[in-house]
Every structure is written in C-alpha cells, then in structure tokens.
C-alpha cells in the first residue's frame, strides 16, 4: 500500500480543520469550553472562476453529540467565496470574548468588532444590519438568540440562506461571537486553467 503524504490525507477544508482539531484540542475539552476551535475553512474550489463551487464547512466540537465530538457543517452561497477573495482558506477562533463581538474580514484587514447591539437579534436581522453598516457585498454568517443562550442544536446561517446545525450556533454563542462578516476584492488564479 503506497503511503500518503499529508495534502493526500488532509485536503480541503474539511481535511485542515480535522488536522487542527486533532492537534490542538484536548480530548477533555467541552464544546463550550474556550479552548474549543470553532474553524470556518473554504473547500479547495471556493471562489474558482466557471466551478461555482463555493463549499465551504464550520467546525469544532459539537454539543449535540454524547459524548461530545468532532463535527462540521457543510454549507454554499457566496461566503466561502468571499472569504477566498480576501486571500484567506479559512479562519480559526478559540477563546472566549468578555463581550458580544463580531469578526470583520476586509481584504487583508481582519477587524474584531463590538456587536453589543447585535446581540439578541435574529440571523437574518443580523445579516441586513451588517450589510447596511458594512456595504451589501458583505458577506455574513451569523448565529441568532439561540446560539447566544447555547441551546445545543442552534444552527449558522450565512448569505443566501445557507445554514448549517450541529449545534455550532451555540460554540459560536458560547465564544460571544454573533458573525463572521466577509468582503474581498481578490480573484482566485487558477495555476493550469486549460
């Protein structure tokens, strides 16, 4: 059997975030505690021109499970794709805010923000406020009062609707973190297009 170097075993974003999760997370590590990785990784054809495959997941451990473990959320719409426009595979967050925040990516800028008044809000209400603030070509996910108050099967949604469960909802309401808001201007160059 020929062996596997490691872009054969851990390719995409589903495949770097379980290399992340397997060696940065204690096994005794809660889906709420801190230390949790909550990681948004696009898909190896996130942003390709002509594809319009922007797949990208949510990961981290899961609360919904018993016990507790690894689990993703596979989700589509243009968020990925934004994401890779502003020159990243992907973002992963641990730790916990003293207050309600939000991330905003812009191109190379990578802003924490107070989402104070974002909290309590729904995701959908979230996403327009973020776009009238930020610009509509935005790209946001967010998770809604559910995911604040950690009800274990809280869902993301993100841009056209796209949502994902696994209770990751909550690790992200767990972490203060209401949404992750996107805008790149980039292009994704392709290295062999023919």
């Given amino acids: 059997m020929p062996t596997m170097d490691y872009a054969d075993r851990f390719l995409g974003g589903s495949g770097v975030a379980a290399k992340i999760y397997w060696d940065e997370v204690r096994h005794k590590v809660a889906a709420f505690d801190p230390e949790n990785r909550l990681m948004f990784m696009n898909g190896p054809l996130a942003g390709v021109p002509g594809i319009s495959g922007s797949r990208w997941v949510v990961s981290g451990k899961s609360p919904t499970t018993i016990p507790e473990q690894f689990a993703m959320s596979n ?27 939000y991330l905003f990516v812009d191109d190379g800028a990578v802003e924490i923000r107070d989402a104070s008044d974002l909290w309590g809000k729904g995701t ?34 993100a841009d056209n609707d796209a949502s994902g469960s696994s209770g990751l909802g909550a690790v992200m309401g767990s972490k203060n973190l209401k949404a992750v808001a996107v805008r790149g201007s980039g292009k994704v160059v392709v290295a062999h297009s023919e």
């Avoid at 719409?77 to 003293?98: H, P, T």
């Fill in 75 to 101: 989700f589509g719409g243009r968020w990925g794709a934004q994401l890779k426009f502003a020159g990243y595979d992907g973002i992963v967050i641990y730790g916990k805010s003293e207050r309600p925040v």
């Fill in 124 to 157: 959908v209400e979230t996403r327009e406020i973020l776009k009238k603030r930020l610009g509509s070509k935005v790209a946001v996910a967010a998770c809604g009062p559910a995911g604040e108050n950690l009800v274990v099967f809280a869902t993301i949604l």
